[in-house]
Every structure is written in C-alpha cells, then in structure tokens.
C-alpha cells in the first residue's frame, strides 16, 4: 500500500457517498492517498468514509459537507483542504444524476435546470475552485466522470446529454489551461475525462441477477482508472478522453 504515484497524495472527490464515490474512496485509499471526500447527502457520506478508513486502518479517509452549488462553498473547500494538508493533488469529480423522456417532443426543461446544476455548475464550481492549487501541485490532477451519450446523444436524453456535454468542454478549457501553464515543458497537471456507457455495481447486479448489464464499467473498474490517471504522465492524460467502453 502507499508505493506509486498516488502515495502521499492529497485528494478531493466530489460526490463519494454514491457506489462510484465508496469505490473510488477505497482505492485511492488503498493507493496511500489521503483522501477528502463531500456528498450532498452526510449520512451517506459518513458510511462511504468509515467502510474506505475500516478497510484501510493506516489511510487519512475524511468527509466534508460542501454544497458545491455554491462556488464560495467550493472554493472554502479547496482553501481548506490546502491549509490542513499543505497541498491538493486531485480533484475527482463523481457528481452524477439522470433524468431523462420516453421522446425527444416530452423532454422537460425542468429536467433541464435540474441536470444543469448538478452536472455543470458543480464541474464549474470545483474546477475553479481547485485549479490554482493543481497547478501548485507537482502530480495534479482533474477527473471528471463522463458518458458516452454526451457524444452520441439520443432523443429522450437530449438534456442529460446536453449537460455531460458542457461539462466535457469545461473540462477541456481546464485542461487547455493547464497546457498553456506548462509552457514548452508541456503540462505538469491534467485535465482528463473517463467515459463510460453507465456504471454498475454489485447492489444493482443483486437486484436484477439475470440482467447483462452489456457495455457498464464496474464501479471497482472506474475506480481503477482513476488512479491511472496519476500513473500516466500528465501531457499523456491532458486534455483526453479516456474511454472506458466502446466508443459509439
């Protein structure tokens, strides 16, 4: 535990009380990171935490309520996650949310407002709150979570596609940011995008036995690539979509 490119290093993830978030705690815990996770939802978020710090006893696993709706609340968040621990390395970001219509003439707008906030301004929020302190960072790190509808949308999901798209291209002007800061050395933190079809975990495989689940990463799998992330040189992850199921 604790001998690669993640030992030692300090890591933020937005959205860890979900399964995707327990797992990626898990791992990077494993990696010998220290790990600061938030969720909208504390009580989740204690579990993922205790079950992470329980299976790593040496790990520093710690929880943190963050609205990340509020940009002032996110960048509280980075500013004190830099004053306690002296840096930030990464910034995983595993906000998620679905809403979708059974056709493109009954998507609702209100479907739209709703993954807008959860989808992008979050992804604006962290991202601007983090960069400076990534940039800071000899080993940075943004990661954002993504689905290969945002580039093959279909007609029921035009508002959730639209929103995983738009957090793409953000996080893709971030990445461009840490390419310009880099110079002619190139980029020493990335911006990189991991890309799945859906995610799935042992509770939804327990509650549908027979389903295939066809094209779904494992969330233990995401979790993984996550921390090849750090693995990789950052001008190899900077700016890439890393794809985790078949391109469409």
């Given at each position: 535990m604790g001998n690669g490119a993640?030992?030692?290093?300090?890591?933020a993830v937005a959205g860890a009380g979900g399964p995707a978030g327990r797992a990626a705690l898990m791992r990077l815990a494993e990696a010998g990171a220290v790990v600061i996770g938030s969720d909208n939802d504390p009580e989740r978020l204690a579990e993922a935490v205790d079950a992470a710090s329980y299976a790593?006893?040496?790990?520093?696993?710690?929880?943190?309520t963050v609205d990340l709706l509020d940009r002032q609340s996110a960048q509280d968040w980075a500013t004190r996650i830099e004053k306690d621990f002296g840096r930030v390395d990464g910034l995983v970001h595993l906000v998620g949310g679905w809403r979708g219509?059974?056709?493109?003439?009954?998507?609702?707008?209100?479907?739209?407002?709703?993954?807008?906030?959860?989808?992008?301004?979050?992804v604006a929020h962290t991202s601007l709150a983090f960069?400076?302190?990534?940039?800071r960072s000899d080993r940075g790190r943004y990661v954002l979570i993504s689905?290969?509808?945002?580039?093959k949308p279909t007609a029921g999901n035009a508002a959730y596609a639209a929103a995983k798209a738009a957090a793409e291209a953000w996080t893709l002007a971030l990445a461009d940011y840490f390419r310009k800061a880099g110079g002619e050395s190139g980029p020493t933190s990335a911006a990189a995008i991991l890309v799945v079809k859906a995610l799935v975990h042992d509770a939804m495989r327990a509650e549908r036995p027979n389903a295939k689940f066809a094209g779904f990463t494992d969330v233990r799998d995401l979790a993984?690539?996550?921390?090849?992330?750090?693995?990789?040189?950052?001008?190899?992850?900077?700016?890439?979509?890393l794809w985790l199921t078949k391109k469409p």
């Amino acid at each position: 535990m604790g001998n690669g490119a993640l030992d030692g290093a300090v890591i933020a993830v937005a959205g860890a009380g979900g399964p995707a978030g327990r797992a990626a705690l898990m791992r990077l815990a494993e990696a010998g990171a220290v790990v600061i996770g938030s969720d909208n939802d504390p009580e989740r978020l204690a579990e993922a935490v205790d079950a992470a710090s329980y299976a790593h006893g040496g790990a520093t696993v710690i929880g943190d309520t963050v609205d990340l709706l509020d940009r002032q609340s996110a960048q509280d968040w980075a500013t004190r996650i830099e004053k306690d621990f002296g840096r930030v390395d990464g910034l995983v970001h595993l906000v998620g949310g679905w809403r979708g219509s059974e056709t493109f003439t009954r998507t609702s707008l209100d479907d739209w407002d709703f993954l807008e906030m959860l989808l992008i301004r979050t992804v604006a929020h962290t991202s601007l709150a983090f960069h400076e302190a990534l940039q800071r960072s000899d080993r940075g790190r943004y990661v954002l979570i993504s689905a290969a509808g945002a580039s093959k949308p279909t007609a029921g999901n035009a508002a959730y596609a639209a929103a995983k798209a738009a957090a793409e291209a953000w996080t893709l002007a971030l990445a461009d940011y840490f390419r310009k800061a880099g110079g002619e050395s190139g980029p020493t933190s990335a911006a990189a995008i991991l890309v799945v079809k859906a995610l799935v975990h042992d509770a939804m495989r327990a509650e549908r036995p027979n389903a295939k689940f066809a094209g779904f990463t494992d969330v233990r799998d995401l979790a993984e690539a996550i921390v090849d992330v750090w693995e990789r040189p950052a001008a190899e992850v900077n700016g890439q979509r890393l794809w985790l199921t078949k391109k469409p």
